[in-house]
Structures are given as structure tokens and as C-alpha cells.
């Protein structure tokens, strides 16, 4: 048997002293390995030191998630965040029509993922292992398909109230403004005279939150300096007050830039807001004056706090598509 390798596994530990023969003891598997190598192949230590702990961790934990069982509220927020996904996508009629036809057959479904797509899982996490068990009961099913239908119900209704502000805002104020679901006129700072006003919208909580301010006022030409003009409005108490930006709120100029929106000359200024708690984000605004109007428009956006989550990047994107929808004649 010289110069072949065999391996004795035993229940308890093994003390052996190596002599012309290298010994090592795999300490990760629930019973002790030891494994015999012959003098002439040496050990290759980064494999057993690294490499056998991490498929042995990572197999463990494959076994650990397939044995336990989704609590309510992790089904709740995974089938808020599939229901979410859907309905951003607007693929609620296919999605309804898909679990739907798959519901009779999910136990046997999510089975055979577990077979033939368990072994692969380890990539993902315990993400890929929660989905498949989330599926294995039918009543998960039909809560999604709820879900997915309230949700649509919802956004509809925003649909439908963000138009008729876009309306309003058209009749009240001489510009038009697109405004997306979950957008709302906020008419406790909303006001329009005949030579100024301005105008103040609030996003809801649930979608992360946010704050857009349209000023405007009659002007004869273009203001020498947009930027000392922008500088001038932020100093304004109903600016603040639309962008909910308290006295004690630090704002700090990040960048600014000269660009043009819809053929007009505009600038473009970016602040960080910070409060006193910590709290910080994003605050953007635009300066154009539109020579057809006459009227100099300072368009502002305040985020939510921000945490440098992905998702963020999706809501300082809806803030600045209402900017622009804006037609300002």
C-alpha cells in the first residue's frame, strides 16, 4: 500500500505522531477525518486551510436553510418586494396569469427546485432558498395574488389623482407638470399670484420619500447671475417650508453647473442637506428664465434621507423626471 492514499474516519479524536508520513486532521466535518499522504506529495496548506472550511461552511449552511422554516413576517416581505418589483414593471396581467396557472402544481414545483437547483444555491445565498420555500405553500400564492391586485388598485388611484393635479397645475399656474403615482399637490404651501408664486409637491413615505418646489416670478430678462439668484431662493422661508428645510438644516454646495432645459439657459446647483440628528441627503435646483413668459422658474428637489441603499438611486430618479416634464409655456 505504499504510495497510495486512504482515509480513516473515526468517532472520536486521533492523536498521531507523522514519521515519514504527513497526517492532517479535517476538524470542520462533524466526525473527524484523518487523511494518510505519502512523504513525496506534500499538502497543499491554502486548500485545507481555506478552501475545505469554505465548501464545508457553505454546505452546512445549504442544510441549515432547507431545514428551516419562513416566519410570517419574512413571507410578508418577500412578497411585498415581488408584488413591488411586479407592479414598477407593470407586469401585473402576466404576472396574475402566471401564478394563476401555477398555482395547482407550486408544492410540486418548488420540489423539484429544490432538487435539481439546490445544489447551486450556495451562489445566492439564503435569497434563492427562501423563494423556493416561499412557493412551496399554495396559500403564498394566493396572498401574492392579492397583494399584486391591491397594489394595482392602488396605483391606479395615484394614477388617476396625479393627473388631475397635473390638470390643476396646468389652469392655476401657466406650465405644465407631469407628475408620477405617489406624487401629490401639497396645497399648504401652493400659492399663485399674478406675477409670482409658488408651487410645493410631496412624495409619500412608502416610496421613499421627497419634496419638489417650483418658483416662479415675473421677470423683464434673464437675471445676470442664475447661480446668486438660486442662493437667493434657498434664503426664502416658503421655499424651505415646501422642501421641508428647517432653519437649523446645513446645506452645502457640492457642484454647479451651466446647462440648457428645453432651449433655455439654465444652471444647475447640487447641495448635501444635513440636520443636527445626522440625517443628510441630496438637494438639486434649476434656474431658467424663458424669454417667452418672461418668468424666471427656480426648480428645486429635496430627497429623503439617504443610506447609499440601490433603491435610492430609483427615487432621485422619479424626482428629477417631474423636473423634467416641465413645460414652462
Known amino acids: 500500500m505504499l504510495g497510495t492514499r486512504f482515509e480513516l474516519r473515526l468517532s472520536g479524536s486521533f492523536p498521531v505522531e507523522a514519521h515519514s508520513r504527513h497526517i492532517f486532521h479535517h476538524q470542520y466535518w462533524s466526525d473527524p477525518v484523518v487523511t494518510f499522504i505519502p512523504a513525496s506529495k506534500r499538502v497543499d496548506e491554502t486548500f485545507y486551510g481555506r478552501v475545505v472550511p469554505a465548501y464545508v461552511s457553505a454546505r452546512r449552511a445549504i442544510v441549515e436553510s432547507f431545514a428551516r422554516e419562513l416566519t410570517a413576517e419574512e413571507e410578508a416581505r418577500m412578497m411585498d418586494r415581488i408584488a413591488s418589483e411586479v407592479i414598477k414593471r407593470r407586469l401585473e396581467t402576466v404576472a396574475i396569469m402566471f401564478l394563476e396557472s401555477i398555482k395547482p402544481m407550486s408544492y410540486v414545483g418548488s420540489q423539484l427546485a429544490m432538487v435539481f437547483?439546490?445544489?447551486?444555491?450556495?451562489?445566492f445565498g439564503d435569497l434563492g432558498i427562501n423563494y423556493i420555500k416561499f412557493f412551496d405553500k399554495r396559500e403564498n400564492v394566493e396572498k401574492l395574488l392579492q397583494k399584486?391586485?391591491?397594489q394595482t388598485k392602488i396605483r391606479d388611484e395615484e394614477e388617476k389623482k396625479a393627473k388631475e393635479d397635473g390638470k390643476l397645475i396646468s389652469n392655476r399656474f401657466r406650465f405644465?407638470?407631469?407628475?408620477?403615482?405617489?406624487?401629490?399637490?401639497?396645497e399648504d404651501v401652493t400659492r399663485c399670484e399674478e406675477s409670482s408664486g409658488i408651487l410645493g409637491i410631496s412624495r409619500k413615505e412608502s416610496d421613499g420619500g421627497g419634496f419638489v418646489a417650483i418658483c416662479f416670478e415675473a421677470a423683464e430678462s434673464s437675471p445676470p447671475n442664475l447661480l446668486e439668484a438660486i442662493s437667493a431662493h434657498f434664503e426664502r422661508e416658503d421655499l424651505r417650508q415646501a422642501l421641508v428645510l428647517s432653519q437649523d438644516t446645513i446645506l452645502r454646495m457640492v457642484k454647479s453647473d451651466g446647462i440648457k432645459i428645453r432651449g433655455h439657459q439654465a444652471c444647475a446647483v447640487t447641495y448635501e442637506w444635513r440636520e443636527p440628528a445626522g440625517r443628510n441627503g441630496i438637494a438639486e435646483s434649476y434656474g431658467l428664465w424663458c424669454n417667452k413668459t418672461r418668468r424666471l422658474l427656480i426648480l428645486s428637489m429635496k430627497t429623503g434621507p439617504l443610506s447609499g441603499a440601490k433603491v435610492e438611486k430609483d427615487q432621485i430618479r422619479d424626482l428629477r423626471i417631474v423636473f423634467g416634464s416641465l413645460k414652462c409655456h
Not at 117 to 123: D, I, N
Not at 176 to 186: I, Q, V
Request: charged fraction near 25%.
Open 117 to 123: 437547483v439546490g445544489p447551486f444555491l450556495a451562489v
Open 148 to 150: 399584486i391586485e391591491e
Open 176 to 186: 405644465r407638470l407631469d407628475l408620477l403615482p405617489g406624487f401629490s399637490l401639497r
